[in-house]
């Protein structure tokens, strides 16, 4: 048996149909050169295979008069792995739909909670894996750390560990202990926690200030975001879209604009949901609020489960033009994540888990339609590996991030980094955001205003000319050649966006 955290355990407490709580990954790869016809079957063998270690051959156990624990299982694979294909003919419309209806399933509790689709039947023989493993397994940063180590950078390779294989530091967890044990982790963490009540005062103390207007702290007051059409009641079916960007305009405007890539992110998020409520006459008075999840982990921390906080931060006015936008959401996640640096991770993790557990009782109680929110939505942002990353010679060409939604709220927004781009993987209640990929159209439409604004589309276009004529004059020069008088110059081409 192995122990569960409270803030795991909290991952089923607040489960329920409409509202599941597993996060999720969908890969799309190009097939191998020399795979043959049958590589996907083959695959699908070899990953049935493969023995499932901790925590994908755990399961939920109850234990009398405690918390439940992890008892270990021995995994039926063709229930975890499963091979599909998609309707002919076969395209991304296709694969949303699916995707979208398996994301709104509830994995099955009696089992490991984890399931992993191979589909096929994509345009030029791509296929898909799509993963999906219970947030109380683990949250994205570990996937994506269980990401980066189950392929490989060598495009030759044959190598393959699938995720449920990685025994070790990945799956390991603490195990169950003896009173003894758990009487001395108390003793340990008694100081630690006696400190986190004190700063978690300290932190009330401040909200209560600036309800009262006596207090000048951007750090957004829990529950008091304006309600929108993002803060509808959550039903049980979902809708997925996504969203791709080259990860080097976002740090060129980021840069330009005088932030990091992540204000730039928030910022084109902010704009298009802005532009969509805008579109349905549902634009607020006040800024949105985001729920900013933050990973706490020490950068030699590899266990799974969850080692977070969710951060809330108050977006810009809907009557912004994009670069005030941008400067408002710069200077609110900054002074938000500076002033929550100083307190200890006990202490962000307690905040989160009294203000989510706040959220869900709202929620569960039919509450939700009629309390000011906790946020209108989470935006999510992953680092993900710098290069390419292969499967049997199988090029990953993307990964898009797909979580679970939060109490009170409709929409997911998660972005991952991979091999110079930014994924944008959006999740939403298909019958509160029925037009979810318009939304996510809007994005990168918006980066194209942002660029524009910061004279970067002119600036480009110019650096990509003069590298043109310099090339141009280089070789002719090699060559011992002139210019013709009255020759033709070349026409440059504008480069599209994402």
Known sequence: MTSISILDYAMFLTETRESPRHVAGLSLFDPP?????????????DMRA??????????????????????????????????????RPGGYAELMKLVSDLHGELLDRSRPVWEFYIIEGLPGGQFAFYLKVHHAYADGATMSRWLDVSLSTDPKSDKFRPMWSLAGPAGRRRRQQSLTQVLEEFGKTAGRQLVSVAELYTMILKHSLKALRLGDSKVPIPFTAPRTLLNQRLTAPR???????????????GKAA?????????????????????????????????????DLRAEDHEDGGNVISILLVEMARGNMNVDERFNAIRDSSHTVIKEFSGLSNDAVMTYTLVVQVLAQLGDSLGLAERLPPLGNLVISNVPGPPQALFMR???????FPLSTVAPGTVMNITVFSYAGKM???????RDAIPDLQQLTDYIPESLVEFEQSLGLSDQENAEKSSAARIKKTTKKKRNGKKSAPGATKGRNKKTGTP
């Open 239 to 253: 809708s997925v879209a996504t969203a791709t960007i080259d990860l080097e305009r976002l740090r060129r405007a």
């Open 50 to 87: 493969v023995p499932a270690c901790p925590p994908f051959n755990w399961k939920l156990g109850s234990r009398l008069g405690a918390l439940p624990v992890w008892t270990e299982t021995e995994p039926d694979m063709k229930h975890h792995v499963r091979h599909l294909a998609l309707p």
């Open 423 to 429: 994924l944008f993987g959006l999740v939403a209640g």
């Open 393 to 399: 010679g199988a090029r990953m060409t993307g990964i």
């Open 258 to 294: 005088g932030g990091t890539i992540n204000d730039v992110v928030l910022t084109l998020c902010d704009a298009a949901l802005t532009r969509y409520l805008s579109e349905h006459g549902e634009l607020p008075p006040k800024p949105l609020v985001a729920e900013m999840p933050v």
């Open 33 to 45: 050169a020399d795979g043959g016809e049958d590589f996907i079957l083959r695959m699908v063998e």
